[in-house]
């Protein structure tokens, strides 16, 4: 089938690349987001999905808006039969999802209707789900709410984190899309209404919502620190400076919240219910190191975070 490929950041291109090598179908042209300023000079740099689609000489379309009026007449131009769609970034309006016949194909890491939204995988680990995975669905107006084609299960790791569990369904989601995009070229595909019950919504996570609180049991801050690596990274204040927490699990044991005991391989710190043991940390202004490192660098009381 004759593709049209939209998406942006690296999840996005390995998808795109397990399709260009995998699969016989014809990508004729890729959606991403415009350039975005990077580094310290602030110079516009493509997308990891267009820098790989210039590489393979694919066409790159770079639009401010999805409904660009340019875009969309070239769009009708292409006629793609199906348009695949990972993390592209952007709302696409109803006169550009009409014009592939079998509609746009979006990737989306949980099981649907379960954590609807931009951060599916964070919010499992938060959650404590057991399980999450990955689902190909036809896009309709309303937020990852149309009809699945196919989902895959699996088990969330005790100590996985996001960027662990991505990794894991990456792949898992470029094999069940390439799958889809057979059976719709082979005509045998259906897509099932996703059930009304069941609904949550997985916004991103933000900086605030990343401060570990010591007023909360350790089991909880431990899923915190899971969910916001790699980003934006579970933090809290030591000395007046932020300080991040990179890797932790929960830990038996009793300290007053906030407050520092240093370890031999590692550092307990008091919570409602339990203790945080950190493994690796940030301080502010320095690389990640292993926690017992910090602590005994500094050589006395630690004191607490706050």
Same mark, same amino acid.
């Given at each position: ?16 690349? *397990? ?12 959606? !991403? ?8 000079? %602030?110079?516009?740099?493509?997308? $990891?999905?267009?820098?790989? +689609?210039?590489?393979?000489?694919? &066409?790159?379309?770079?639009?401010? =808006? ?15 039969? @199906?348009?695949?769609?990972?993390? *592209? ?23 649907? #209707? =379960? ?14 789900? /057991?399980? !999450? ?37 990456? $792949?898992? /989601? ?5 799958? !889809?995009?057979?059976?719709?070229? @082979? /005509?045998?595909?259906? @897509? ?10 997985? $916004? %991103? ?14 089991? &909880?801050? +431990? ?6 690596? #790699? ?6 204040? *030591?000395?007046?400076?932020?300080? =991040? ?7 038996? /044991? ?32 320095? =690389? ?19």
């Amino acid at each position: 089938m004759r593709l049209l490929f939209a998406g942006t950041p690296v999840v996005a291109a390995h998808t795109l690349s *397990y399709l260009l090598e995998h699969t016989g179908h014809e990508v004729v042209a890729v959606l !991403t987001r415009p350039d975005a300023p990077q580094g310290r000079s %602030k110079r516009p740099v493509p997308s $990891p999905v267009a820098r790989l +689609a210039l590489d393979h000489g694919i &066409e790159v379309h770079r639009p401010e =808006r999805a409904g660009d009026p340019q875009f969309l007449r070239r769009l009708r131009e292409l006629a793609p039969e @199906a348009c695949p769609v990972i993390a *592209y970034g952007a709302l696409l309006p109803q006169p550009v999802l009409d014009v592939p016949a079998h509609g746009w194909l979006n990737v989306h890491y949980s099981l649907l #209707p =379960r954590w609807r939204g931009a951060a599916p995988v964070q919010r499992a680990i938060l959650a404590g789900d /057991g399980r !999450t995975g990955v689902t190909v669905f036809r896009l309709v107006a309303a937020m990852d709410a149309g009809p699945v084609f196919a989902d895959r299960a699996v088990e969330i790791g005790p100590a996985e984190t996001s960027g662990m569990l991505l990794e894991r369904l990456t $792949p898992l /989601g470029a094999g069940l899309l390439a799958e !889809t995009l057979d059976r719709l070229a @082979a /005509g045998t595909a259906v @897509a099932t209404e996703q059930p009304g019950d069941g609904v949550t919504v997985a $916004p %991103k996570l933000t900086v605030a919502e990343a401060r570990l609180d010591w007023g909360r049991p350790a089991a &909880e801050l +431990a899923r915190l620190v899971r969910a916001c690596n #790699p980003s934006p990274m579970a933090w809290t204040t *030591y000395a007046g400076e932020r300080f =991040r927490v990179l890797l932790a699990e929960a830990g038996d /044991g009793g300290l007053p919240a906030g407050v520092i005991l240093p370890g031999r391989r590692e550092v307990l710190v008091g919570t409602a219910e339990g203790v945080l043991r950190l493994l690796e940390v940030q301080p502010q202004g320095r =690389r990640p190191m292993p926690a017992a490192a910090w602590a005994n660098g500094l050589r006395g009381d630690l004191g607490s975070f706050a």
